[in-house]
């Protein structure tokens, strides 16, 4: 007895669908979808964004729109976001922000330890003192970096690992502020420049050992700075000394997307 043409073609539609599901399951594919990332995004002015502009109604945290976190949350569809860095926190500050995380988190960013290092001050005390005064501030900010700061920072991403045991950490750097020499013909002498550019240096050989220390992936923004630092050929990536004053020496937008977000995403995806 011949089989009509409409029953062979469902059994053939039905065999194919068969032999999809199986081979897919052979390749451990079967039932499986990608899960959406729960992101949030912890830290100080660098996370939040200061410098580039557009924030909103986030008062004095001053989270901008522009800032890589919220441009990573952009690009992710479906991710979960909670945007609770803030500009001027240190490592106690972040220690409160770690209220926001909770075990559901799959992705935690961070950037903190400048504040703590007297990063401000550092600045203020180069550009209105001599080059020995400079480099003595910054000698001394450099000591409670590499004695003071790890303690600080081990606390940090210890309890960011207790709240979240399942997310990915990631410990986000600070730029080298200057080209020495480079193309200013104003403003601080290169001694000053390279004494301010060693703090950052050290600040990025602390933050890379915790991390790792921690079970952080640490990422270094100094190399995707480089040639977009002041004083640089092409210097869009951070605001030198500029109004309002609070903008000096954070990154544009420009060095929120090439700075930070490209480097961020070269590392996790």
Known sequence: MAVPARIK????????????VAVLATLGLAGTAQAATNYVALGDSY?????????????????????YPQLWANAHAGTTFKFVACSGARTGDVLNQIANVTSSAT???????GNDAGFADVMTT???????????????????????LPGLLNNVYSKIKAKAPG??????????????????????????????????DALASVLSARAAANGAKFVDVRGAFTGHNICSSADDYLHSLTWPIVNSYHPTAAGQRGGYYNPLVSAIG
């Open 167 to 200: 997310a990915k950490l990631v410990v986000l750097g600070y730029p080298r502020f200057y080209t020495v020499p480079g193309s200013c013909s104003v403003g601080l002498s290169d001694t000053k420049r390279t004494a301010i550019n060693s703090g950052s």
């Open 47 to 67: 996370s939040s964004g200061v410098g580039a502009g557009s924030y909103g109604n986030s008062g004095d945290c001053m989270r901008s729109a522009n800032a």
């Open 107 to 113: 992705l935690v960013t961070v950037s903190v330890g």
């Open 9 to 20: 073609a469902l059994s053939f539609t039905r065999l194919g669908a068969a032999l999809g």
């Open 126 to 148: 180069c550009t209105t003192g001599s080059d020995q005064t400079c480099i003595n501030r910054v000698n001394t900010a450099k000591t409670y970096v590499n004695n003071t």
